[in-house]
């Protein structure tokens, strides 16, 4: 499994930004997909993730209700829409993908900054 990820930038703290994960290699069926974060001098941290078979998402308490993962079957591409940005949200992000069954993720893409103003 491939994994591209892209669309991150600088914005202004409200403002709003789509990140998109290009999988290829297998289809994603099975997998599962995940959002991934990591602040300067913090740990990598988990953002978001979604069961690529049945949609069901999970979000971490500090993004709930203003983020939202999402896939497009047909493109094999999740999707994070990133509302009400924050300058704490500024990191890198990754997405990651793992068989759903298993609980860790195995393929990372490279990440892309996201860099919220104040």
């Known amino acids: 499994v491939q994994l591209q990820a892209s669309g991150g930038g600088l914005v202004q703290a409200g403002g709003s930004l789509r990140l998109s994960c290009a999988a290829s290699?297998?289809?994603?069926?099975?997998?599962?997909m995940g959002w991934f974060r990591q602040a300067p001098g913090k740990e990598r941290e988990f953002v978001a993730s979604?069961?690529?078979?049945?949609?069901?998402?999970y979000y971490t308490d500090s993004v709930r209700g203003r983020f939202t993962i999402s896939r497009d079957n047909a493109k094999n591409t999740g999707y994070l829409q990133m509302n009400n940005l924050k300058p704490e949200d500024t990191a890198v992000y990754f997405c990651?993908?793992?068989?759903?069954?298993?609980?860790?993720?195995?393929?990372w893409g490279q990440g892309t900054q996201v860099t919220v103003s104040s």
């Open positions: 990651a993908a793992g068989l759903s069954t298993v609980p860790r993720y195995d393929y």
């Open positions: 979604i069961k690529w078979s049945t949609g069901n998402t």
């Open positions: 290699g297998r289809t994603f069926n099975s997998y599962r």
